[in-house]
T-cell receptor
Framework: DAKTTQPTSMDCAEGRAANLPCNHS???????VYWYRQIHSQGPQYIIH???NNETNEMASLIITEDRKSSTLILPHATLRDTAVYYC??????????????FGTGTRLQVTL | GAVVSQHPSWVICKSGTSVKIECRSL??????MFWYRQFPKQSLMLMAT?????????EQGVEKDKFLINHASLTLSTLTVTSAHPEDSSFYIC????????????FGNGTRLTVT
């Protein structure tokens, strides 16, 4: 699976948009970009994923550059409950069965008052 | 939908004993489940891929005789830590997907194992 690079930590004021960048310059054409987050002492929570088009759901937006070498996760109105470690993962598909996720070190987002 | 349940959420055991952790997909069937381990202040590390009805596939460096995985049905996988030692103390997390290959994996809330 392609390697990802994320900043170690970021701060965001509550109510503001949190923009979390991720570099994945070696991504292959069939690999998806996934975002998960992990709140302390819990299992990771799925946020969003995409292949090449921008995606939006009730939690966040995912912006993928045209060359697919980087992406940005946007939390439009961060709250204190969004404080977590955010993982950007490039996932290679299997044929027929679910493929694994390989976690990097992620970005620790601290949302402050 | 897509809920993964783990049990127990925490367990304390004595050195030399075995501990079984259950992972259930509550509202979907999972042919494949994944077991991860996370040490304090570190990221998740994949231990093994559990396949229903067949042997698990272990990552390099993970002892298959120590970490026994059984995936007897499409909704249940178990991880047994045999002859546990203090260095096995960790946060164990399972995940599963109910859809096609690029469907998101959903994670349980983890099991914190402390070996004394």
């Amino acid at each position: 699976d392609a390697k990802t690079t994320q900043p170690t930590s970021m701060d965001c004021a509550e109510g503001r948009a949190a923009n979390l960048p991720c570099n994945h310059s070696t991504i292959s054409g069939n690999e998806y970009v996934y975002w998960y987050r992990q709140i302390h002492s819990q299992g990771p929570q799925y946020i969003i994923h995409g292949l090449k088009n921008n995606e939006t759901n009730e939690m966040a937006s995912l912006i993928i550059t045209e060359d697919r070498k980087s992406s940005t996760l946007i939390l439009p109105h961060a709250t204190l409950r969004d404080t977590a470690v955010y993982y950007c993962i490039v996932r290679a598909p299997n044929t027929g069965t679910a493929s694994k996720l390989t976690f990097g070190t992620g970005t620790r987002l601290q949302v402050t008052l | 939908g897509a809920v993964v349940s783990q049990h127990p959420s925490w367990v304390i055991c004595k050195s030399g004993t075995s501990v079984k952790i259950e992972c259930r997909s509550l509202d979907f069937q999972a042919t494949t489940m994944f077991w991860y381990r996370q040490f304090p202040k570190q990221s998740l590390m994949l231990m093994a891929t559990s396949n229903e009805g067949s042997k698990a596939t272990y990552e390099q460096g993970v002892e298959k005789d120590k970490f026994l995985i059984n995936h007897a049905s499409l909704t249940l996988s178990t991880l047994t830590v045999t002859s546990a030692h203090p260095e096995d103390s960790s946060f164990y997390i399972c995940s599963a997907s109910g859809g096609p290959y690029n469907s998101p994996l959903h994670f349980g809330n983890g099991t914190r194992l402390t070996v004394t």
